[in-house]
């Protein structure tokens, strides 16, 4: 038994390792068919060359840039004190310059105009009446209105436990507060930036991008940028100076309240760049967005606060200021191509695997749907009959698998 089981696997080694096999092709002359082969082979083709490999530049390998942006805004603007909120000193107009108006001065990627500006002047560490606005109203008579010790809802102070005249109308009492005094409410000046002159800024937009891969370092700005250039999308969509009233112009939302309660804006600059034509070609293009608007119903726009402390004869004081603005993002996005040879085979050979459908549909009509489809599948499917007393004789498959279930 030992003998014949190594010369059947000696044999079955050799049928497996050492035999070229090939698969018999059936011919059918058959001018329809082999029309419609051809037809179905030349469309998938012309997918593979057209589609994958020269409109999805299926030929070039691609990387994301990564940059960053440097902005500078230049301009000046006529500012207006505003007296319908609020207001105790009369104030004449102001002009802001960027130092007032960028805020921080400089941020990559980023830059940040106020428009709007609430200032507190002179505030010190000390009880007040809380403001009119807050609405904390109370009588001397109750105790639990004010609860001491306590933080207000709007989080400017802490309840003393007091009730006292506020400071807008002496014939209504409201919770005393300790807190920084006056209350912002009660007592500020509001800065409007002059909405004319704030669309004639301009900004500068400086951008270096590098793609590792094809070691390219790339610059918006080149030896032959002409600076008094402005942007225009069209005209001239290379210059890197931009104004802001151009860039509210394109934008589709309500440029009154945008200026008034702040918003958030992207700056979004494209690399898509062929480098297989040389580098100095390749400019980014420029789209804008609106990320956040002024109108929204909850919660429009963007501010915050900011305080400047200083001490007078040993006593802390600040200046307080609740600022609105646009905050611009410079977004950079894009790819860059270049050819490759894997990348190429890669995309090829991909679309070389539709090729089969052209076999799977010529085979299923000839099978399922042509006249003479009884001779094709003769001509086609060999069958194999085993019977069962041939099952032990020596060399063929079945017996192997028989004799290895022993
Ligand atoms: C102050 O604000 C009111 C309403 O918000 C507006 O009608 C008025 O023109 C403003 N005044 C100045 C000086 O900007
Ligand atoms: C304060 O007390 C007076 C008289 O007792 C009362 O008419 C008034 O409604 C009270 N106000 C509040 C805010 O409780
Ligand atoms: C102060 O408040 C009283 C009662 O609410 C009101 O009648 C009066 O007109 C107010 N005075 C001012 C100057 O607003
Ligand atoms: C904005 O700039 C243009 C061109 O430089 C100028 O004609 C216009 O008067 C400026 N507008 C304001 C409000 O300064
Ligand atoms: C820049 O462009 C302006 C007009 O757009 C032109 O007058 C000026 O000569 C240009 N400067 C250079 C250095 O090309
Ligand atoms: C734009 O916003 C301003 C101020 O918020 C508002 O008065 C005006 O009606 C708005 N305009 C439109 C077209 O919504
Ligand atoms: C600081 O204190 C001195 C002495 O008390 C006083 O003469 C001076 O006016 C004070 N200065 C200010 C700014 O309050």
Known sequence: MAISRRKVCCSFLSDVFLTYSTVKVVQVPNTLIAIVYRLIQLIIFAYIALYIVWLKQGYQQFQEPRGTSIIKVKG????????????????????????????PPLENNAFFITTRQIVTYDQTEGDCPSALEDKLFCNSSESDVCPAGQPTPNTFGYFTGNCVPTFENASINVCEIHAWCPEELSQSTQFIMNKDDMENFTIYLKTMVTFTLFNINLRNVRDATNFTCRYHKDNDPHCPILRIGDILDSLNTNKSALLR??????????????????????????????????????????????????????????????????????????????????????????????????????????????????????????????????????????????????
């Open 76 to 103: 000046i603007a006529k500012v207006a004190g505003n007296e319908t909120i609020r207001f105790v000193h009369a104030d004449q107009t102001h002009l802001w310059d960027t130092a007032e108006y960028q805020m």
């Open 261 to 406: 309660e702040g918003g958030l804006i992207e700056i979004r600059q494209d690399w898509t760049c062929n480098f297989d034509f040389h580098k100095d070609y390749c400019f980014p293009k420029l789209e804008f967005n609106v990320l956040q608007s002024g109108d929204d119903k909850l919660s429009p726009g963007i501010n915050y606060r900011s305080a400047q402390k200083y001490r007078i004869n040993g006593t802390e004081y600040r200046t307080l200021s609740k600022i609105y603005g646009l905050r611009f993002i410079v977004a950079i996005s894009g790819k860059g191509g270049k050819f490759d040879i894997v990348n190429l085979f890669v995309a090829i050979g991909s679309g070389i695997g539709f090729m089969v459908i052209a076999d799977i549909v010529c085979d299923a009509i000839f099978m399922y749907i042509h006249k003479y489809r009884e001779r094709y599948r003769q001509g086609k499917i060999n069958v194999c009959v085993i019977s069962s007393d041939e099952e032990n004789s020596d060399g063929n498959l079945t017996s192997i698998l028989a004799m290895q279930k022993e």
